[in-house]
């Protein structure tokens, strides 16, 4: 089992910049993919970002790649959402996520852990 609790969110003027943080603790963070979904209100949760549990791969939505940069200590047992140049259409509650087996997955359903979402606003 691992419990993820999420951090950092907020309200930001467009344009603005945010760094979303997820700490996990119980099994051995390093086995653990990990990635950021979000989701708005009335709409689907869909995919954000993803990283392997090396931290030597991503993958990004193309509504965010460019502006958005997942990362992971698994020293800290920590993974992280940078996010530069935001939109109003980034807001949406973010959640990090986590799946025991291989590959970056952009399917919600795949995940095995969820942490409980952090608000993020981005005002025009």
């Known amino acids: 089992q691992v419990l993820l609790v999420e951090s950092g969110g907020g309200l930001v003027q467009a344009g603005g910049s945010l760094r979303l943080s997820c700490t996990a603790s119980?099994?051995?963070?390093?086995?653990?993919?990990m990635a950021w979904f979000r989701q708005a209100p009335g709409k689907e949760r869909e995919f954000v970002a993803a990283?392997?549990?090396?931290?030597?791969?991503?993958y990004y939505a193309d509504s965010v790649k460019g502006r958005f940069t997942i990362s992971r200590d698994n020293a800290k047992n920590a993974v992280y959402l940078q996010m530069n140049s935001l939109k109003p259409e980034d807001t949406a509650v973010y959640y990090c996520a986590g799946r025991t087996a291989v590959g970056l997955i952009t399917n919600p359903g795949r995940y095995d852990y969820w942490g409980q979402g952090t608000q993020v606003t981005v005002s025009s």
């Open positions: 119980g099994r051995t963070f390093s086995s653990v993919a």
């Open positions: 990283i392997t549990r090396s931290g030597g791969g991503t």
